[in-house]
């Protein structure tokens, strides 16, 4: 094991107002679970789990609620023992709704009767323990959700060299996976392990922002005694270095492709927090029903870093962090760079909820649709080389298809354009319409090649 500073910076980049003080120090404090849970079918990227309990029912914690809805979809869990009191569509952070198990807590918090452990990990084959993550319903817990059994299963021809873990957490305020490598370092270190057998690759790079020593320190006590070509790679602070193609370049030097992906250059990124699902899932056999999530914010009376059921109330996770001590404007589900802006705290926790952020009045800027003053600032910003201020124009301008030739699509949303821009025009949101109707476009265009 070593250390080594990135390979090369990225291009763009901005550097807003962190305030992960409010919460860097704190120690992750386990909820204790709320008078209902309402678990959502649509915690990841894909389609939907489909329900299999009825109203009625009672459930164990780790009982199978929901199957996969497709290839691309992840198994959910109950994440406490209980009566299954309705199923039916419930708001999603994200603004959709989707189906929703409300279970009422019987106090036992049971577990299911068939966990398997197996601590013997390192004798079983690849192919097995993809198997046990699946069943775990382990979704990439970074943003996007992503199935974590299908990204472990390149398809044939995609070979994995270098696997990465995502530590960066380079979103302003959120301190969630800082806090797991601080505290469970070792138990990351073993889902590295896990993560490395089942793709085969040799490299091994744990990327953290240089703003976090004390995660440094953590995973380098317990890499230390590794002899295979691992390292922590030290990153310099600056938004948006969590993103996974810009992580790639300044850990390994290695561009993705325009329209491609990590593995198209023998890479896969994976979280802080999914790694360590998957030793949870794999050594001790627990699906996931549960994650740490960042509640902060100055109007925040006690912000902190919340272990919390799956399916608790943002209103309840509030609660339990004392409410507020003065004014909220917004309300952000996740960081203020990428996260939704809730109108409401009915929404519930998923897999995917890396904070819960409440700002005041004079944090949050009003978007409009003043024109462009062609400064270049959020140009000079996009880490994907794109040209922001000529992409909205166009958007503006409904002309999608000037857009798709302007590369639309390579867009990441990390929001640096809008961020800079002195008119405060809604650039990410302007990128957000594009890529939704190019993709329409293409389903449209699929549907009648099959008819």
């Known amino acids: 094991m070593k250390r ?17 003080q409010l919460t860097a120090e704190k120690a992750i404090i386990e909820m204790p679970v709320p008078s209902l849970l309402r678990v959502s079918m649509l915690q990841h990227l894909g389609a939907p789990a489909k329900v299999e309990v009825a109203k009625g029912d009672t459930v164990s914690r780790g009982q199978l609620i929901g199957e996969h809805g497709g290839f691309i979809s992840v198994r959910v869990h109950a994440p406490t023992s209980g009566t299954v009191k309705a199923i039916a ?9 989707a189906i929703a198990v409300d279970i009422e807590p019987d106090g036992e918090d049971r577990w299911v009767e068939d966990i398997t452990p197996h601590p013997d990990w390192e004798s079983l084959e690849g192919k097995k323990l993809i198997s046990l993550v699946s069943d775990a319903g382990i ?6 959700g992503f199935p974590t059994h299908v990204k472990l299963s390149p398809p044939p021809g ?36 896990i993560i490395r057998k089942i793709l085969g690759c040799a490299t091994v790079r744990v990327a953290i922002e240089d703003n976090k020593p004390d995660a440094i320190a953590a995973m380098e006590a317990v890499m230390a005694e590794d002899t295979g070509d691992s390292a922590v790679v030290i990153l310099k602070t600056e938004y948006p270095q969590g993103a996974e193609k810009q992580q790639i370049f300044a850990a390994l030097g290695k561009e993705v492709p325009s329209g491609g992906l990590p593995m198209d250059v023998g890479a896969l990124v ?29 109007p925040v009376k006690a912000p902190g870093n919340i272990l919390a059921r799956l399916g608790t109330s943002y209103a309840d996770l509030l609660a339990f962090c004392e409410g507020l001590q003065g004014k909220a404007a ?8 990428m996260g939704f802006a809730q109108h409401s705290l009915d929404a519930t926790t998923t897999k995917t909820t890396s904070g819960l952020l409440f700002l005041r009045p004079d944090q949050v800027r009003t978007f409009s649709s003043m024109p462009c003053i062609s400064c270049g600032r959020c140009v000079q910003a996009c880490p994907m080389y794109l040209m922001p201020a000529e992409l909205s124009q166009m958007i503006e301008a409904e002309d999608i298809e000037a857009a798709e030739e302007l590369n639309v699509l390579d867009c990441i949303e990390c929001g640096c354009c809008a961020f800079e821009c002195p008119a405060h025009r809604p650039l990410v949101q302007h990128m957000k319409q594009a890529k939704a109707g190019i993709m329409a476009k293409r389903r449209e265009e699929k549907a009648k090649q099959k008819s």
């Open 330 to 337: 917004k309300v952000v589900s996740g960081g203020p760079m």
């Open 139 to 144: 979704a990439g817990m970074g943003g996007a």
């Open 89 to 97: 569509e419930a708001p999603t952070a994200t603004g959709g709704s």
């Open 270 to 298: 994976e979280n802080v927090g999914t790694t360590l699902a998957i030793f949870e899932a794999v050594v001790k056999g627990l699906p996931l029903t549960e994650r740490v999530t960042t509640v902060t914010g100055f």
């Open 158 to 193: 995609k070979v994995i060299d270098t696997l990465i873990i995502n530590g960066a957490e380079c979103e302003p305020y959120l301190t969630a996976d800082h806090r797991l490598m601080v505290e469970r370092a070792e138990d990351i270190w073993n889902g590295i392990r």
């Open 4 to 20: 080594e500073p990135a390979k090369f910076k990225v291009n763009g980049g901005i550097h807003p107002a962190y305030n992960k």
